[in-house]
């Protein structure tokens, strides 16, 4: 009975955290990518090498800065690799704009770092962007990375550093859809990644990219209008933040929570995403 007890007070106490969540944006430039990592939530390595159109996204940044900038806390570009974006400083400066007061991230692998030019770092510097740096267990100057940004007077965080054993994860779909949608909603660890999308906000990016999948495999994993938002039709937070603390439909194919994994290259194999039938 104790044991019940307990599970029951740390669901109660994991759904309260989860509700006053701090809400984040997240702007996809890119499914592109310098690395290719098996099970990848954007699906990068099956993505065609494309690029969010600059319009299309300031149109999503201004809308969402005016109808739920207040509570956005924290917005972010993110990729893929954030900083293959051709129109990336334009991008930086749009974010500022129409989140004038928020933190602001460029999350990035830091591979490309050594080689922006000038008129990036300064962007950065002046507009306080954070560079997120992910680590990843590959041949590369992690340290030389982040002295490089405070030379430039950029302000970096380690979002994640998965140099370490056992610090990946394969997230499977289930593509008979037979999953708990609201189980699966409660033990996302991704809750709270919401992503922009062209015209579309997602409650994260394995939903939002998995057209990559689809086209790739030939699988058929579907969205109808209660997955997402329509930016433009957007008028508060509060729809945000439902979006956000309540099971989608495409819940119901996340198998959760996930198993830990090695890091490794990507085949392209439908089983790095998606478990046997």
Not at 87 to 100: T, V
Not at 213 to 222: I, M, Q, S, V
Request: proline letters at 6%; charged letters at 25%; aromatic letters at 10%.
């Amino acid at each position: 009975m104790t044991n019940i007890i307990q599970k029951i007070y740390r669901a109660c106490r994991q759904w309260r955290e989860q509700k006053r969540m701090p809400l984040r944006l997240e702007f996809v430039v890119t499914d592109t990518c310098n690395l290719n990592c098996r099970g990848c939530t954007h699906y990068s390595p099956l993505a065609p090498r494309e690029y969010a159109p600059l319009a299309g996204l300031e149109a999503a940044m201004e809308h969402l800065g005016r109808v739920a900038g207040n509570e956005v806390e924290k917005a972010y570009l993110i990729g893929g690799e954030t900083l293959l974006y051709p129109q990336l400083e334009e991008a930086m400066q749009a974010l500022r704009r129409n989140f004038p007061t928020q933190e602001l991230y460029i999350f990035t692998n830091g591979i490309s770092l050594p080689k922006m030019p000038d008129t990036f770092w300064t962007t950065a510097a002046d507009l306080r962007i954070i560079i997120a740096i992910t680590r990843y267990p590959i041949n590369f100057d992690y340290d030389a990375v982040e002295e490089l940004c405070r030379r430039n007077g950029v302000r970096t965080e380690i979002f994640g550093d998965r140099s370490m054993a056992d610090s990946f994860f394969r997230f499977a779909l289930d593509p008979e859809g037979r999953q708990n949608a609201r189980l699966s909603h409660f033990r996302c660890y991704n809750r709270g990644c919401l992503s922009v999308i062209g015209d579309k906000l997602y409650p994260c990016s394995i939903s939002g990219c998995v057209s990559h999948l689809n086209k790739a495999h030939g699988t058929k994993f579907t969205h109808i209008p209660a997955d997402y938002l329509d930016v433009p039709r957007i008028k508060s937070a509060k729809e945000i933040k439902r979006l956000r603390d309540r099971p989608v439909p495409f819940c119901r194919y996340c198998i959760l929570p996930p198993a830990s994994v090695k890091y490794g290259p990507s085949k392209r194999d439908i089983n790095e995403w998606v478990e046997k039938k």
